[in-house]
């Protein structure tokens, strides 16, 4: 069985959230997906700041955490989440004239793309078809609470992802400039 907790580590000098998740329960719900030779390729497609599969691994046991505790279908909600990004390809930003219109369509398509691969590989209940189609609102709609937690875990993790690039960004641009 694979084992995982999150921990806070110093990677070159900047605290980094380390994935290592340690609980049994996630643990072998997740193992079938997680450990699936197509769902492993997600572990190559850039999200935010680090992989598909490191982003759909934390929504899912944050997802897990809160349907557990609110005595909600957290098993649902564990296989839903790690496949609600499961589209197996990169999502390219053109530039500044596209970024709006890309992200758009890439909100509105890559629900259904993950739903039909998660269902070409997986067998999915009613709650975990939510989960994946619904989990982009306002672009998708959730019907379940267990959707509606992992929508809102997912927006909320995506945010401190997309701080977390940005700050990378700005360092970087600041070491450029003031290396003239």
Not at 15 to 23: A, G, P, S, T, V
Not at 141 to 160: G, L, T
Request: some cysteine.
């Amino acid at each position: 069985m694979i084992l995982y907790e999150f921990i806070i580590m110093p990677q070159n000098g900047v605290m980094e959230e380390i994935l290592k998740i340690i609980d049994y329960r996630f643990t072998n719900i997740a193992e079938e997906i997680i450990l699936h030779e197509e769902y492993e390729q997600t572990k190559l497609i850039k999200h935010h700041d680090e992989s598909v599969y490191e982003h759909s691994v934390k929504v899912a046991y944050y997802s897990y955490l809160i349907a557990y505790k609110s005595k909600l279908d957290w098993k649902s909600c564990i296989r839903g989440a790690l496949l609600h990004d499961f589209y197996l390809y990169k999502f390219n930003k053109r530039g500044n004239i596209g970024i709006i219109k890309d992200s758009i369509n890439h909100a509105i398509n890559h629900p259904k793309i993950a739903f039909k691969n998660a269902s070409k590989y997986f067998e999915l209940n009613c709650t975990e078809k939510d989960i994946i189609v619904g989990h982009m609102f306002p672009f998708g709609m959730p019907k379940s609470r267990e959707a509606w937690i992992v929508s809102f875990v997912d927006k909320y993790i995506a945010i401190f992802e997309y701080y977390s690039n940005a700050k990378k960004l700005i360092a970087k641009n600041w070491k450029k400039a003031f290396a003239k």
